[in-house]
């Protein structure tokens, strides 16, 4: 057998040996061709071999390890870009084998996991960096989405009040069946660019639905003005109650 650069191996057990040097007595010393391995074989001039030390007990375990290791990595992977929204433990449950299970530990099973994470980033969006980006790519990007009814969503951009409003018809045909409406701001989780998540719940029969979603810069009454100006516009029929924390 020969190396990718032509130079001849000797295979034992799998295990793979190449030329290391002439000892004493022009006897051939081979060795691993990984580092870590002390095995090693020695040839008299005639090419009879004269001892060898073939224990690999402080890398074979390793190796198999590394190799299972890649090959669980692979499949988790390949399903992790398919379904982007399933989650990672789930992923990887699916997929172990109970041989996995006697090899690999913890820390395999968290590098798995970082490199889901890695595969997953490479197919997400970029995150935006300034808010003319945002007006420029977001109508493209919700063209393309869509809801798990398989609703388009409708989006009003107001770029000079900096608001963004979205619903979808059947959200907004709900308010007429509404009792009442619930409005309520979150600060804390809000996209970077904007200050506040507004979100306008129709209630019928006691629940809370989220129907109508914006993006503010602020929490001015024009900021909300311009976002409920647009509600009105597109739903006509609100609930005449209205329910605020502010
Ligand atoms: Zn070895």
Known sequence: M??????????IDSFKFRFHRIMKNEIQRWARTIKRCNAFLKFDTRGVEIDNNLEHNNH???????????????????KAVEQ??????????????????????????????????????????????????????????VD????????????????????VCFSTIKNLNFFKKCDAVLMDGTFSSCPSLFNQLFVVHGVKNNIYVPLFFCLLMGKSVTDYCTALEFLKQRS????TTFHIDF
């Not at 996995?100 to 997953?120: C, P």
């Not at 809801?147 to 009040?161: A, M, P, S």
């Open 144 to 163: 393309k989405l869509h809801t798990n009814g398989g609703e388009k969503w409708i989006i009003h951009i107001d770029n000079n009040k900096g608001v």
């Open 84 to 141: 982007l929204c399933e989650r990672p433990s789930k992923i990887i449950h699916s997929e172990i084998t109970p041989d996995d299970l006697n090899i690999l530990d913890s820390k395999d099973i968290n590098l798995i996991r970082k490199n889901i994470h890695t595969a997953r980033m490479s197919k997400y969006p970029i995150l935006l960096k300034t808010l003319l980006e945002f007006y420029a790519m977001v109508p493209d990007v």
């Open 2 to 11: 020969y190396s990718e650069k032509l130079k001849e191996l000797r295979v």
């Open 236 to 239: 006509p029929l609100l609930p």
């Open 60 to 78: 074979a375990a390793d190796e198999k390890r590394s190799l299972v290791r890649q090959k669980l990595s692979n499949s988790v992977k390949r």
